[in-house]
């Protein structure tokens, strides 16, 4: 299947609630916004002054992605580590 986002991402819910987007590339951690849409789910994030589309939010989670003012970004880095930032969620529309 052709990934027409710019990096590969999954979202989730974490067990203690809070809305996650688990990227490929940990560069996205460290995204100073996350836009999302709420009308089709689609996820952008500001990062180095550049809007990234990153993926689409499963129906299930859109309800809780469009109820959230943050955002858990997290990915693995190539040393196996985790690197977890907080940032931003703007709902629009």
């Known amino acids: 299947m052709l990934n027409i986002y710019d ?44 809007l990234h589309q990153v993926g689409q939010v499963p129906e299930q989670l859109m309800l809780s992605f469009a109820e959230n003012k943050d955002v858990l970004l997290t990915a693995i880095r190539i040393d196996g580590s985790p690197f977890e930032l907080t940032s931003r969620l703007v709902v629009v529309n």
């Open 7 to 50: 990096i590969s991402s999954d979202f989730l819910i974490t067990e203690s609630g809070c809305v996650a987007i688990l990227f490929d590339d940990p560069n996205f951690v460290r995204s100073e916004t996350v836009l999302f849409d709420r009308i089709n789910g689609v996820v952008e994030v500001l990062l180095q002054g550049k």
